[in-house]
């Protein structure tokens, strides 16, 4: 069965910084683009950054540009989020997600991030 | 970034009615749109991609249209186990805000 599962996530306080892994299994993680993709409490599903198969492609929402860096690791079958600088607004259950073609085809479960003092 | 404007956000309806949400893209964009559904506490369910696609495994009574900048949705016999919140998805970027779909 794949699995994604989410890890890293935690309260911070404003300003401060966080890393949120991902450990992808059973399925050709290095075939696969990524995406995370965020959801605040009751809200709804916010895409934040992409990052293709080999790396060589990366897009960030603009509402994190700058502040947040995504990474991957293929010989280990994981992806990674960086989030500097967060905000209160940032607060967020944060999801791997398996990118086949324009599709999203795997999820995880989530990570949640609290931003507050 | 292209935004999604979907229409309506929320929607009361029975079972058995035909239901259709719509998606609007800010700019004209090609046909890499897929739908979502979500139920509470659970990760999306892909339904259908690149416009008109349906995913394996989804009931045939679900289905996608449209081109340019206007995309739909359509549930052509709504069940009980449809109830939830939908989501359209520009390729694998933008979402828009999503429908909830209610019991009438």
């Known amino acids: 069965e794949v699995q994604l599962v989410e890890t890293g996530g935690g309260l911070v306080q404003p300003g401060g910084s966080l890393r949120l892994s991902c450990a992808a299994s059973?399925?050709?993680?290095?075939?696969?683009?990524m995406n995370w993709v965020r959801q605040a409490p009751g809200k709804g599903l916010e895409w934040v950054s992409y990052?293709?198969?080999?790396?060589?492609?990366?897009y960030y929402a603009d509402s994190v540009k700058g502040r947040f860096t995504i990474s991957r690791d293929n010989a280990k079958n994981s992806l990674y989020l960086q989030m500097n600088s967060l905000r209160d607004e940032d607060t967020a259950v944060y999801s791997c997600?398996?990118?086949?073609?324009?599709?999203?085809?795997?999820w995880g479960q989530g990570a949640l991030v609290t931003v507050s003092s | 970034d292209i935004q999604m404007t979907q229409s309506p956000s929320s929607l009361s309806a029975s079972v058995g009615d035909r239901v259709t949400i719509t998606c609007r893209a800010s700019?004209?964009?090609?046909?890499?749109v897929n739908w979502y559904q979500q139920k509470p506490g659970k990760a999306p369910n892909l339904l259908i991609y690149?416009?008109?696609n349906l995913q394996s495994g989804v009931p045939s009574r679900f289905s996608g249209s449209g081109s340019g900048t206007d995309f739909t949705l359509t549930i052509s016999s709504l069940q009980r186990e449809d109830f939830a919140t939908y989501y359209c998805?520009?390729?694998?970027?933008?979402f828009g805000q999503g429908t909830k779909v209610e019991i009438k």
């Open positions: 059973e399925f050709t993680f290095k075939t696969y683009a």
């Open positions: 990052i293709s198969s080999s790396s060589s492609t990366i």
């Open positions: 997600v398996a990118v086949a073609g324009s599709r999203s085809v795997y």
């Open positions: 998805q520009q390729s694998y970027r933008t």
């Open positions: 700019q004209t964009i090609s046909s890499y």
């Open positions: 690149g416009t008109s």
